[in-house]
């Protein structure tokens, strides 16, 4: 599959309203990582999801509601530490009920209790949904939190979580990106984002590798971003491998616009966000 073989972007009726139009659950962050949280909710937004909710650690809500102006900040039961609580594994099982597509992971810690949520919640999320960061490293080499899912799910990992992932080492992945990518989306049932040099998305089945993007785009912060907009697209109808694609390339768009401006030096992840929108505009041309 090809960039030029890429769908059309969801339009909007007339008389749309935010909740017709994606609903998205972001479940991320912890002391010391709110950013994740918030370049992901509003990358969401930038994405076109009509209401954005941020479960974010109760320690941490009035720095999210001081950085995040449109999005809903939900304080759920924390650490000591700022992480996660074990003790917010059925709100946000039931609170996925409400979501169009939800993303666990960016910017959480994965020690103690706070890995043992992530891994009880995987299967327990009622809707479609993407594991970044924080989730992939608690899962480590068990799939079993994967496939017992029935809904969809989408994995976002760098060649090192990947690496996690299938217990291979780094230049194992390196140098056979393409089927190490296809044979864990096989077995977890999942589509996995192998991000990289031309990021790799299949479904163990079809292919699709991504030619936008930068190496400028090697910035913290930069995969949080991705994660949103994926989950954005997902929200809004976009078939999930489609959106995952989509996603990959809109991304890559954006930073590739923020390069123009900034150079592939001072790119940081908050300009591939704000290029957001004219990427749209000019995939839409």
């Not at 890995?115 to 068990?142: C, K, M, Q, S, V």
């Not at 990992?157 to 194992?172: C, F, I, Q, S, Y």
């Not at 192998?194 to 930068?214: A, P």
């Not at 400028?216 to 912060?221: F, K, V, Y």
């Amino acid at each position: 599959m090809s960039n030029s073989e890429l769908l059309e972007l969801p339009e909007r009726d007339n008389d749309a309203h935010k909740v017709a139009v994606g609903r998205t659950l972001i479940i991320a962050g912890s002391r010391g990582m709110t950013g994740a949280g918030v370049l992901s909710s509003m990358a969401a937004l930038r994405g076109g999801a009509g209401l954005v909710t941020w479960a974010v650690p109760a320690v941490l809500a009035d720095i999210a509601e001081i950085k995040c102006t449109e999005v809903i900040t939900w304080p759920i039961p924390s650490t000591e530490s700022g992480q996660a609580s074990i003790d917010s594994r059925d709100h946000l099982s039931e609170a996925s009920h409400e979501s169009d597509a939800v993303v666990l992971g960016p910017g959480m810690g994965v020690t103690g209790e706070t890995g043992e949520l992530l891994r009880l919640l995987i299967p327990e999320i009622h809707a479609p949904l993407l594991l970044d960061a924080g989730a992939l490293t608690a899962i480590g080499t068990n799939i079993k939190p994967i496939t017992k899912r029935r809904h969809p799910t989408v994995l976002t990992p760098h060649v090192g979580e990947m690496a996690r992932l299938t217990g291979l080492k780094n230049d194992d992945v390196c140098h056979n990106k393409e089927n190490v990518a296809k044979d864990y989306a096989k077995k977890s049932r999942a589509i996995v984002l192998l991000k990289g040099k031309k990021t790799i998305v299949t479904d163990g089945e079809k292919i699709y590798f991504n030619n936008s993007g930068n190496p400028g785009m090697a910035t913290a912060g930069s995969g949080d971003v991705l994660s949103g907009l994926i989950v954005s697209l997902m929200a809004q109808g976009v078939d999930i491998f489609s959106a995952t694609c989509l996603g990959a390339y809109l991304h890559g768009k954006a930073g590739d616009i923020a390069k123009k401006k900034f150079g592939e030096h001072g790119l940081i992840a908050s300009d591939i966000l704000d290029a957001i929108p004219e990427a749209y505009l000019k995939y839409r041309k």
